[in-house]
């Protein structure tokens, strides 16, 4: 089971035992992220699952797809190591992922 440390936006970092096959917004609300909202249900349509992935991680993920990247670029909080948590899928190979959640759009 894949360990997942997810800092919330007050700054406490939390340790998340993340199900392989699930997306990453999945676990993180199963971890009692409440920040992350995922109110399209994981479409990449509302920006409120948007998260900070340290940047020594984002060459393991998939690249961002077009959906992805047209709801991030309207958020006024977009950084260069942004992603979607819906669209990342987690794998055994995101074993100690670190992420922070995105303020809140």
């Known amino acids: 089971m894949p360990t997942v440390w997810a800092t919330t936006r007050r700054g406490e970092t939390r340790q998340i035992h993340a199900k392989s ?20 249900g994981g479409c990449a349509s509302c920006g ?9 991680w984002l060459s393991r993920l998939p690249p961002i797809q077009p959906d992805e990247e047209t709801i991030l670029a309207f958020s ?3 950084e260069p ?12 190979e995101l074993d100690g992922l ?8």
Request: charged share 30%; net charge negative.
């Open 21 to 40: 096959g699930a997306s990453l917004k999945d676990n993180l609300k199963r971890g009692g992220m409440d920040e992350i909202l995922g109110l399209c």
């Open 48 to 56: 409120t699952c948007h998260v900070y992935v340290a940047e020594d």
């Open 76 to 78: 006024d909080w977009r």
């Open 81 to 92: 190591n942004s992603r979607l948590s819906c669209q990342i899928k987690v794998t055994d």
């Open 98 to 105: 670190s992420l922070t959640v995105a303020p809140e759009d």
